[in-house]
T-cell receptor, first 112, second 114 residues
């Protein structure tokens, strides 16, 4: 169900360290997952996606891990930089429909 | 530049005003969306248009009226809004019929209702 007045979880990391952002999803039928990054004053931007027939996918400095057994998704950012500071959302979808369902988001703060 | 352009970026309106938000996508996509983003809440899907036809209305109050004249343009007409409607309204587009369905978002229109 929908949550009202959520207190977004915040992850603070030191510049250069690795970051791990977690997301739990609820629909066991979901077969496609996306991570989005939203910087202040901007719309969400695609980072990386993964289909349910995979458990890991790597991009440039980012890795997404999918554990279908416990319905858990994580985003790993290597060598975190100040420009990585943003809110990160996971989203899930099932089948060929359009409807992406978004999580509440996690704030990532990078300390220099 | 995401290929999805929203105007205006900021809008302040009174509860009796009528205004419209505009979205244009230059990506050749066939589906467009309106999302509402309120502080500390998940993104809420409002409307979906596939090939100019509305395929989803997520129980949105009638004071929000969408219009999709073609697959590249989407409007959200606003009238007699309430202060709780103040939020960031995000437009997005995608290519429907694929098994991925990545959404491309605009920068949003920040709406304040007084």
């Amino acid at each position: 169900g929908e949550s009202v007045g959520l207190h977004l979880p915040t992850l603070s990391v030191q510049e250069g360290d690795n970051s791990i952002i977690n997301c739990a999803y609820s629909n066991s039928a979901s077969d496609y997952f996306i991570w989005y990054k939203q910087e202040s004053g901007k719309g969400p931007q695609f980072i990386i996606d993964i289909r349910s027939n995979m458990d890991k996918r790597q991009g440039q400095r980012v890795t997404v891990l999918l554990n279908k057994t416990v319905k858990h998704l994580s985003l790993q950012i290597a060598a975190t930089q100040p420009g990585d500071s943003a809110v990160y959302f996971c989203a899930e979808k099932s089948g060929y429909g359009n409807k992406l369902v978004f999580g509440a988001g996690t704030i990532l703060r990078v300390k220099s | 530049e995401t290929g999805v352009t929203q105007t205006p970026r900021h809008l302040v309106m009174g509860m009796t005003n009528k205004k419209s938000l505009k979205c244009e996508q230059h990506l050749g996509h066939n589906a467009m969306y309106w999302y509402k983003q309120s502080a500390k809440k998940p993104l809420e899907l409002m409307f979906v248009y596939n090939f100019k036809e509305q395929t989803e209305n997520n129980s949105v109050p009638s004071r929000f009226s969408p219009e999709c004249p073609n697959s590249s343009h989407l409007f959200l007409h606003l009238h007699t809004l309430q202060p709780e409607d103040s939020a960031l309204y995000l437009c997005a587009s995608s290519q429907e019929g694929t098994h991925t369905g990545e959404l491309f978002f605009g920068e949003g229109s920040r709406l304040t209702v007084l």
